[in-house]
């Protein structure tokens, strides 16, 4: 009870709510870091993923390259990236090395969902509109796009997630963000600031799933919201693998 | 080349720290195995009850999403206080709280996935509910929980770097050094292994697979 009044007492305090290393500021650059980094990953991505998807090509790089980029720890790609010589000596070395580790860390969530989102569309769809005399670009910018929309909201709502969360490591390599609570609280053993630290980030994330969701939900044209039970699982942290053990239920309700 | 350093150098590096680095792979296995054996135990039952009483599918989801959500960096700390900090404890509350939502969600999906034909068959062959989930539904359900195994455990291998902050973290403990020690051999070395590290795991979850479901393989010889 006395730790938790503790930490209530360091988030309350004005201290860290005014100046350059309070709270606002620390958030602030977090959000930063995480908006360079998922909004250049959705440009990228999404291209890549449509090309891929329309062309029908490269189903099993992508796959494969997805599942590899899991395997890489964020944790270990910051820290080799903020200390390589090239990166160190610049002014803002810890902004690069974090923008682009979480920039590695957001692509492939949303790469493979618009990949197996325009890969998926009913191909009795696509025929109707070759048919009707649209353009392979028409086909994709006016249906396979728009068809494969959910779930490249749904990839875009992982990669912000991951990213506002594991941005706080950012804070390691010297760009302050709210992980530098945890990490001078770790250094100088001070329980109640890491803690406090620690809570800051995990609420941020939350609402940062929050918004997202509810963003996606909005940006869904209304006649494409599922409801049904496959889709909400589809959500956070959709992937290729999941999508793929998904597909079978849809399926056998369609054989019903 | 400049990212590695030089190839010497790394060799030497690696043989003269090989003890080391090998007890530091061992733990990270260890950690990892517990993780995702400790979240399985969990989430297999969890997810038939899930899938069961559809009550509890919304609520279950969405607190182990909560947790999936919770930065790791944050959730060790957040549990250090209560499970003590620089524990064994709290790195496996932390890693086994990020395979639930996976594990979970590939369970219900699985069980989700059987067919309604199939149900009607086992109970008209007079199977009771409990002797169907065992013999039939969970049976048809491991692709889709295999593939939630797979994901949890890959994760896994990459987030328990991050409980080297807390003093555990097998490979992480070799980033963290080498970070402090301005050494990219060491970070290039912990980061390639805990990557090889996730390959072979997966690997061998897929070899498990295929050797525990046989059918799987006449099915796809079949269809092609």
């Not at chain 1, 998807?53 to 494969?64: E, M, Q």
């Not at chain 2, 890959?154 to 555990?168: D, R, Y």
């Amino acid at each position: 009870m006395n730790f938790i009044s503790h930490v209530a007492q360091f988030l309350t305090s004005g201290a860290n709510w005014t100046g350059p290393n309070a709270i606002p500021a620390l958030l602030a650059s977090q959000l930063k870091l995480s908006a360079i980094a998922v909004i250049a990953a959705v440009l990228v991505g999404v291209c890549a993923g449509a090309l891929l998807g329309h062309s029908g090509r490269g189903s099993f790089a992508v796959i494969n390259a997805a599942n590899a980029a899991r395997a890489i720890p964020s944790f270990a790609l910051i820290i080799l990236l903020a200390i390589q010589p090239a990166i160190a000596r610049l002014q803002q070395s810890g902004l690069v090395a974090a923008s682009l580790t979480m920039f590695a860390l957001a692509v492939p969530p949303v790469l493979t969902n618009t990949y197996v989102g325009v890969r998926g569309v009913d191909p009795a769809v696509r025929s109707a509109a070759l048919a009707m005399g649209m353009k392979p670009t028409q086909l994709l910018r006016q249906v396979e796009l728009p068809l494969a929309l959910p779930l490249i909201l749904a990839g875009a709502r992982t990669a912000a997630v991951e990213v506002v969360a594991t941005a706080t490591l950012a804070a390691y390599v010297g760009y302050p963000d709210l992980g530098t609570y945890i990490f001078t609280g770790l250094a100088i053993n001070n329980n109640v600031e890491t803690f406090a630290g620690a809570f800051l980030v995990a609420a941020v994330a939350l609402v940062v799933d929050t918004l997202m969701a509810t963003g996606g939900r909005a940006l869904t044209p209304k006649g494409m919201r599922t409801t049904s039970r496959a889709a909400r699982y589809r959500g956070l942290g959709a992937d290729v693998t999941t999508v793929r053990a998904l597909r079978p239920a849809s399926a056998a309700k369609a054989a019903k | 080349m400049a990212l590695i350093g030089s190839a010497g150098l790394f060799g030497t590096w690696i043989s003269s720290n090989e003890g080391m680095i090998l007890s530091l792979l061992w733990q990270h296995v260890q950690l990892t195995a517990i993780a995702v054996a400790v979240g399985a135990a969990i989430s297999l039952p969890l997810g038939v009850v899930a899938w069961r009483v559809h009550g509890l599918r919304g609520p279950l989801v969405g607190v182990t999403g909560a947790l999936y959500v919770v930065p790791s960096v944050a959730l060790l700390l957040l549990v250090a206080p209560i499970t003590g900090f620089f524990s064994i404890t709290t790195a496996e509350v932390a890693l086994v709280s990020y395979t639930l939502l996976i594990l979970l969600r590939n369970t219900i999906a699985g069980l989700d996935s059987v067919p309604a034909q199939v149900h009607d068959a086992a109970r008209g062959m007079g199977y009771s509910p409990a002797r169907e989930l065992v013999k039939v539904q969970l049976p048809l359900a491991m692709p889709s929980i295999f593939a939630g195994l797979r994901v949890a455990t890959v994760t896994v291998v990459g987030l328990v770097n991050v409980t080297a902050f807390i003093g555990q973290g097998g490979l992480g403990q070799l980033i963290i050094q080498g970070f402090q020690g301005d050494f990219t051999t060491e970070i290039a070395v912990g980061l390639v292994l805990s990557v090889l590290l996730a390959g072979v795991a997966d690997a061998l979850l897929v070899g498990v697979e295929r050797l525990s479901l046989p059918w799987l393989r006449a099915q796809s010889g079949a269809r092609a």
